[in-house]
């Protein structure tokens, strides 16, 4: 992975713990995705027509099918992870979430586009997925989905955790995989293939503001300071991310920005109250490691 692509990925990585630690703050629903979405459409704006004035009109088929497909599938991901952090930890959740993730795009990239990874590209991804599953609790977090008795509480807090975080995961991979052939392959700006996929979200979201009005405005009152928060950062951060996809390998970039997880580890357990933060440091070592073994990795 060339430098540029690894400072793009570690600015992105520090991004996406800070939205996702304001999202969890939320405790929002499908409702705060389309509140989200329709800042990120406004906030968005003046962006989206400087780089598709000139380029949208000529989109085909095989673009906007690519975009469709990528707005439907970043839906179902966001308000599965909002369910997840409704029912369980955002230190449970999240590390879950971005571990699976990225070990299944990793895999995929090696056959949909072609790319190698070698011995020590390999070994920097392993690093990656065992940091991430150490910030989500390691051998604890195995203890505490077996034991019963007076643990049943936590332990089926850490089941959902696990249960939406992988869920989480896998549409993580596919959002990726999907997005990183249609900015390597079909050559679609980063910037355009977010802000355009954003209006797909809404559509598909907009009907859930409908029921229960009166719910919907007393949580817009409630949550929109925050998802002003994540509409305004969160597409910076993947946008730097897909910016990355254009010059390095997918299976380099997809894990590399677990770097995110160093952050919500050392941020989101201080701020959210959630423990064993001796056992997230280590993971957050182990993912910091991976990284670097990744960007050094040709």
Known sequence: MNSQAFILVLVAGLIHALWNIVAKKAGGDSRFACFTNLLTMLVWAPVGIYFGWQVVPGWGWREWGFIAVSGVVHVIYFVTLLRGYRKSDLTVVYPVARGSGPLISSVAALFLLDEKLTVSGWLGIISVVVGVMLIAGGPGLIRSVLRGGQDDAKRTLIRNGIYYGLITGV??????????????????????????????????????????????????????????????????????????????????????????????????????????????????VMIGAGVIVLGLSS
């Open 171 to 284: 549409f993580v991979a596919a959002y990726t995989v999907i997005d990183g052939y249609a900015v390597k392959v079909i050559l679609i700006s980063p910037m355009l293939i977010y802000y355009f996929c954003n209006f797909f979200q809404i559509a598909i979201l907009v009907p859930t503001l409908w029921r229960h009005t009166g719910d919907t405005i007393r949580l817009w009152k409630a949550q929109w300071k925050y998802a002003l928060v994540v509409a305004g950062v969160s597409p910076l951060s993947y946008i730097l991310v897909l910016l990355a996809m254009q010059s390095a390998p997918l299976s380099h970039v997809a894990p590399a920005r677990e770097v995110s997880m160093l952050f919500a580890a050392l941020i989101g357990g201080h701020l959210l109250g959630e423990g064993d933060r001796m056992i997230r440091l280590l993971g957050a």
